[in-house]
C-alpha cells in the first residue's frame, strides 16, 4: 500500500518563510516522482513543485520561482518544500503526490496526501 503523508502548514505573516515536509511509504522511493500541489480556497489545484525520480531534476511554477526550493532526501523516504518571502496569494491547502513513470513535471499524479494549510496574514 502506498502512503503519502504531508505536515508542516500553519499561519504566517507576508514575508515569512516555512517548511513542509512529506513522507511517502509503501514505495521504491527513490524511483518514484514527487511533487507539491497547492489549492487556495475558491480556486483551482496547481502543481506548485515537483522533482524527478533518479535524476533528481526539479520544475516550479513561475510564481514561487525563486522564493520556493523542493529538496528530497530519498533515505528518508522524504521530501521538503521550503517557502520564503510568502505572499497572501500563497495561502491554501497544500498537498505532496508521488507517481512514478511519466513526465515528472506533469500533473497526472497517482498517490496523494490529504493536505496541510498554509495561511498568510497581512
Known amino acids: 500500500q502506498v502512503y503519502v503523508v504531508e505536515s508542516g502548514g500553519r499561519r504566517v505573516q507576508a514575508g515569512d518563510s516555512l517548511k513542509l515536509s512529506c513522507s511517502a511509504s509503501?514505495?521504491?522511493?527513490?524511483?518514484?516522482?514527487m511533487a507539491w500541489f497547492r489549492q487556495p480556497s475558491g480556486k483551482e489545484r496547481e502543481m506548485t513543485a515537483a522533482?524527478?525520480?533518479?535524476?533528481?531534476?526539479?520544475w516550479y511554477i513561475g510564481s514561487v520561482q525563486g522564493r520556493f526550493t523542493l529538496s528530497r532526501d530519498n533515505p528518508k523516504n522524504t521530501v521538503y518544500l521550503q517557502m520564503s518571502d510568502l505572499k497572501p496569494e500563497d495561502a491554501g491547502v497544500y498537498y505532496c503526490?508521488?507517481?512514478?513513470?511519466?513526465?515528472?513535471?506533469?500533473?497526472?499524479?497517482?498517490?496523494w496526501g490529504t493536505g496541510t494549510e498554509v495561511t498568510v496574514s497581512v
Open positions: 503526490a508521488a507517481k512514478i513513470g511519466g513526465e515528472f513535471n506533469v500533473a497526472d499524479y497517482q498517490y
Open positions: 522533482v524527478s525520480g533518479k535524476t533528481g531534476l526539479t
Open positions: 509503501g514505495v521504491r522511493f527513490k524511483d518514484y516522482h
